[in-house]
């Protein structure tokens, strides 16, 4: 029997729900409205199809509640598209390795319940990749959600304050050992973050929802939009990881 091949896709949340997206040039559009407006010429100049190709698939994604669009104020026969939905995650391909991680996590973390909840965060992290399913975007929404509540216990408005802050919280709460690897830009290393020495090579980060996490408690603080513009996992066996912070628009 032939294995069926199936086609990539990404998901949007909606105000009616989940729409689940196949086609190349409506993921090709839906990505770069994440990153900033567009013109229909530029949509067209960005993924190399004629306009009139792409009014019929912009018209469909407006009715689906996926994007939106207003006049350009400069020239009111244009029309200007931006993301009204949100994107949650793609689908990747499966990986048995991590699935048994996720086995070998819960199998050795169970007895000691701080170190059994850091598993369960990660294992949900990496269980979902294991089964073919990214879910970068949501848990990095997730850490922002997060990061908003803790800032509310939070006093500090300057950068060495909130800096200070952060140490203490994840002290505490047994999140990692946070360091001060610069000021300009504000650059924190995070050490045994979630246990994250421990987890195997997914070929990228798995500290999406930190990132989420430390983005609010800057910006709620700070008054100003905040984003993480860059994140790294190094040392051995993945042991830190590495956070620059930036003002953000």
Do not use: W
């Not at 900033?36 to 960005?46: K, P, T, V």
């Not at 698939?57 to 400069?74: N, T």
């Not at 689908?91 to 996590?105: A, F, I, Q, Y």
């Not at 800096?163 to 830009?185: C, Q, T, W």
Request: proline letters at 4%.
């Amino acid at each position: 029997m032939t294995e069926k091949k199936t086609d990539a896709f990404d998901v949007y949340s909606t105000t009616t729900g989940l729409r689940q997206i196949s086609n190349p040039v409506r993921q090709k559009i839906l990505s770069e409205l994440q990153r900033r407006d567009l013109s229909l010429s530029e949509i067209a100049q960005l993924t190399g199809k004629a306009q009139s190709t792409l009014s019929v698939h912009l018209d469909k994604m407006v009715k689906e509640g996926l994007i939106g669009y207003r006049d350009d104020p400069d020239d009111n026969r244009r029309k200007i598209f931006y993301l009204v939905s949100r994107p949650v995650g793609s689908s990747v391909v499966p990986r048995e390795d991590l699935m048994k991680h996720v086995e070998n996590t819960i199998s050795k973390s169970v007895g000691t319940p701080s170190t059994f909840l850091k598993g369960v965060i990660r294992s949900i992290v990496i269980g979902m990749e294991a089964i073919g399913f990214n879910m970068d975007p949501v848990l990095k929404d997730i850490g922002r959600q997060i990061g908003k509540e803790i800032s509310k216990r939070m006093k500090s408005d300057t950068v060495e304050g909130i800096i200070g802050e952060v140490k203490e919280f994840f002290k505490i709460h047994e999140l990692g050992e946070v360091n001060v690897y610069a000021l300009h830009p504000v650059t924190l290393i995070i050490k045994d973050e979630y246990d994250c020495s421990k987890a195997p090579d997914v070929g990228k980060t798995l500290c999406l929802m930190n990132e989420g996490i430390l983005e609010a408690i800057f910006e709620t603080r700070m008054g100003m939009p905040a984003r993480v513009t860059k994140a790294e996992t190094f040392g051995s066996s993945y042991n830190f990881c590495k956070y620059v912070i930036e003002p953000g628009l």
